[in-house]
């Protein structure tokens, strides 16, 4: 049973470039959310999807944009890039409903590095 | 919003000492409380969480309590050995639109010497 995978793992930009992070999620799982993690910081909620719909979000800029496809993978998109967007951006995946609903399991995290 | 204050941001032990994060949260409607561990490149994982109808929860050598009324939640690691050294992060939840939506502490990097 694969567990959360995302791509690609690092990346180079430079300002004002967009970049697109893929997460698929959890076999079985049907809710992925985004986070910002800074160097020596915890994760910041970037925003959740469940069934293809952006339900929650957090205090982040609307640079920062997502999808969710069918099978319940997820893209997130970072327009006009800044150097502050460097940063590990992690996926969680989780499930709706059931005994282990809203336990989240993270990804490895994509390592964006913006020149 | 919820603010999750975690304390300390460094913690050194002995091998076999015992070690407590402490976290403080600041919105009462908050009820889940999660624990990740994270060791240094690699993703957080899930060690132990409570909910706020439970007051303690234990699972091996690590528990967690929970005092709601205070608004604090404390990780108890003992017999501290040396794969426990990573940064641990404590989270608060409220649910929000049928999810459980967490807000993370700063992290403590736990260190424990052989």
């Known amino acids: 049973d694969a567990g959360v995978t995302q791509s690609p793992t690092h990346l180079i930009k430079t300002r004002g470039q967009q970049v697109t992070l893929r997460c698929s999620p959890k076999?079985?799982?049907?809710?992925v959310s985004w986070y910002q993690q800074a160097l020596g910081q915890g994760p910041q909620f970037i925003f959740q999807?469940?069934?293809?719909?952006?339900?929650q979000r957090g205090n982040f800029p609307d640079r920062f944009s997502g999808h969710q496809f069918p099978n319940y993978s997820s893209e997130l998109n970072v327009n006009a890039l800044l150097l502050g967007d460097s940063a590990l951006y992690l996926c969680?995946?989780?499930?709706?409903?059931?005994?282990?609903?809203?336990?989240?399991?993270f990804g490895a995290g994509t390592r964006l590095s913006v020149l | 919003g919820e603010n999750v204050e975690q304390h300390p941001s460094t913690l050194s032990v002995q091998e076999g000492d015992s070690a407590v994060i402490k976290c403080t949260y600041s919105?009462?409607?908050?009820?889940?409380f999660p624990w990740y561990k994270q060791e240094l490149g690699k993703r957080p994982q899930l060690i132990i969480d409570?909910?706020?109808?439970?007051g303690e929860k234990k699972d091996q050598r690590i528990a967690v309590t929970l005092n709601k009324t205070a608004k604090h939640f404390s990780l108890h690691i003992t017999e501290t050995q040396p794969e426990d050294s990573a940064v641990y992060f404590c989270?608060?939840?409220?649910?929000?639109?049928?999810?459980?939506?967490?807000?993370f502490g700063r992290g403590t990097s736990l260190i424990v010497h052989p």
């Open positions: 999807y469940y069934e293809e719909e952006e339900r």
């Open positions: 409570i909910r706020s109808n439970v």
């Open positions: 969680a995946s989780s499930l709706r409903v059931g005994v282990a609903k809203n336990i989240q399991y």
């Open positions: 919105d009462s409607a908050s009820n889940y």
């Open positions: 989270a608060a939840s409220i649910a929000s639109g049928g999810s459980y939506i967490p807000t």
């Open positions: 076999s079985g799982h049907d809710t």
